[in-house]
């Protein structure tokens, strides 16, 4: 005799999927990058601002602009381009915007939206206004490899590189206008309770403090206001730049870390893709400074390499790779 689908059990495993779908709803889509927030000011100082993506595709410039900083347009909107606090000059001069706006030279008399040239290789855009980066916030940064930064790594904050870190959870310190007390409070604060054999010897004395005494008390990143007193905003007279450091990375490497493959560095508009970096060698004469700052007269680690076998030579920042990102 055949059997035949009661259909009382069908009803029953219908009435259990629909409460199983209930319960569980749809796949929870990937939580987006906590970002900086976006056009926040109500004057663009003369910089565009695009509502939707079709108004930026139409701006040729501008879209050529973001397809070469960024590999491609933003997929979120407004997009304020006063928000970038650095601009990449290959990919401004590419995109044809190159005599669009004035370079304004550095100086006291910067203001709001003006276009600048910057230490990190490219054009800023000034804000005179500082605010802390949130726990857990993607930002983009600027970095030279340097092969005195045996732990940590230390980063401008550049809103506008393309190459993002994620900040963690972070510290914020000032920065005395007395250049003798520079960093000296978070120095007096990671080394309290830290257990680790601290250096007497500078740069080691730093790799030890912000890189493995930071990292003991639990903390991915350290950051520092603008100096105070300065004008323009900025640091060490360098308009519009502030310092981090980036904990958990080393500055060393030019991935933050020695496998490219494993960088936590991002790419893209947005930290929306991964940082297709490459570990580059180091040049002989790659360092910090040239020699180290008085009363220092000797220094260790070696400040390149070129110092660890002769020290009467001299180091060159402009021999050192810089943190990029593929497009």
Not at 93 to 115: H, Y
Not at 194 to 213: H, M, T
Not at 303 to 309: D, H, N, P
Request: hydrophobic share 40%; with cysteine.
């Amino acid at each position: 005799m055949a059997m035949t689908q009661c259909p009382c059990f069908s009803a029953a495993l219908l009435t259990l999927s629909l409460a199983h779908a209930a319960a569980f709803g749809p796949p929870t889509p990937p939580t987006p990058p906590r970002l900086e927030q976006t056009c926040t000011s109500d004057d663009d100082h003369g910089w565009p601002r695009f509502h939707t993506r079709d108004e930026l595709a139409d701006n040729t410039t501008w879209a050529a602009y973001f397809d070469l900083q960024y590999g491609g347009l933003p997929d979120a909107y407004p997009v304020c381009t006063f928000d970038l606090a650095f601009l990449g000059v290959a990919a401004y001069n590419g995109a044809g915007l190159a005599g669009t706006r004035p370079i304004v030279p550095t100086s006291a008399a910067l203001q709001a939206g003006d276009l600048f040239q910057t230490l990190v290789a490219g054009y800023g855009i000034y804000h005179p206004s500082w605010k802390p980066v949130p726990n857990n916030t993607w930002v983009e940064v600027a970095h030279s490899v340097y092969p005195t930064e045996l732990e940590g790594a230390w980063v401008w904050v550049t809103r506008g590189s393309g190459v993002w870190a994620n900040v963690g959870r972070t510290k914020v310190f000032p920065t005395p206008a007395d250049p003798t007390q520079i960093h000296a409070e978070a120095i007096a604060w990671l080394r309290d309770g830290c257990s680790v054999a601290i250096s007497f010897n500078w740069p080691q004395l730093e790799s030890d403090l912000f890189g493995k005494c930071a990292r003991e008390k639990g903390y991915d990143s350290i950051q520092f206001e603008p100096q105070a007193g300065e004008t323009p905003l900025g640091t060490f007279g360098l308009a519009g730049m502030t310092e981090m450091v980036l904990v958990g990375l080393d500055g060393r490497f030019s991935c933050g870390v020695p496998d490219p493959a494993a960088t936590p560095l991002r790419a893209g508009w947005g930290a929306t893709r991964p940082c297709a970096c490459v570990a580059k060698p180091m040049a002989d004469s790659c360092g910090l400074m040239a020699k180290p700052p008085p009363p220092i007269v000797d220094e260790e680690p070696p400040l390149c390499k070129l110092r660890a076998e002769n020290r009467s030579k001299s180091c060159s920042g402009y021999t050192c790779a810089h943190w990029t990102c593929g497009r």
